[in-house]
């Protein structure tokens, strides 16, 4: 597995996105920690997570209970595997409740210390604030991580869905010590492009969520992607892999997060290290 940074840490350049393990059409824990030890044993050392990943009506963190178990239980060694989680973003306890954001730093704080005893660690390697909330002011949200970071409860500070003007008010607040940008991200998503680049600039991690987003799915591709099938078919893999292997080309901060639900998904996407597009093929790709 190849790898990339974030701050000091060395991790593979594919992740593993939690989300799916929770949520609506999630598969059962046994599946779900199948899932995870598959990627442990693909080499992936990255594992995104957040406490608001969990059906509406559920109690908050299934999403990271869940990894807790599949660390705990894979048999392999685990000491450099990076567990990311998120807070500030959550499901209302109504079962058909929608997504809401709570950025307040007390409510942050409090958050920051559940997920660490759902991790089941004695400091949370990567925390993330993870959505602006438009009734917080965004420096007080941010000032609530820099405090975690302080008091030592979290080791790096990332924020996601975040704006290039948040990107660097963050990094100002946080002293320099943000280490990591969790935005949106795929073929289908290019809008988060200048942010892209400020994070290549500013050598910030760059993970991009959802990043098959156009590219899976039972709908199959539309023609305005067959070029990234046109690519798979010539280097003899999925379509979902050069579109990992495209994101990567991007930029060296670039660690994209696919999410996952069953043991040969994962264990295809950490393919997508190993292929190298040529400058032709980049380019057909960024214009499709």
Partial sequence: MKTRTIGDVTVS??????????????????RAIATIHAALDAGITLIDTADAYRLAGEDE???EQVIAKALKSYGGDTSGVLVATKGGHHRTIARSGPWEQNGHPDYLKEAAKASL???????????????????????????????????GIIRMAGISNANPAQI???????????????????????????ELELCDELKLAFLPWS????????????????????????????????????ELAKSPVVIPIPGASRPETIRDSATAVDVELTTDEISLLDAA
């Fill in 211 to 246: 990043p098959l987003g156009g590219i899976g799915g039972a709908a199959g591709l539309g023609d305005r992607f067959a070029p990234f099938q046109t690519v798979a078919a010539e280097h003899g893999v999925s379509p979902q892999v050069i579109c990992l292997a495209w």
């Fill in 61 to 63: 963190s299934h999403n």
């Fill in 13 to 30: 350049a594919i992740g593993l996105g939690g989300m799916p393990f929770s949520i609506e059409g999630r598969p059962d824990d046994t």
């Fill in 168 to 194: 660097l008010l963050a990094q100002e607040i946080l002293d320099n010590r943000l280490v990591s940008v969790q935005n949106q991200f795929s073929p289908a998503f290019r809008s988060s492009e200048p």
């Fill in 117 to 151: 005893k759902n991790l089941g660690v004695d400091v949370i390697g990567l925390y993330q604030f993870h959505r602006p909330d438009p009734l917080v002011d965004y420096a007080d949200s941010v000032g609530a991580i820099r405090d975690l970071l302080d008091e």
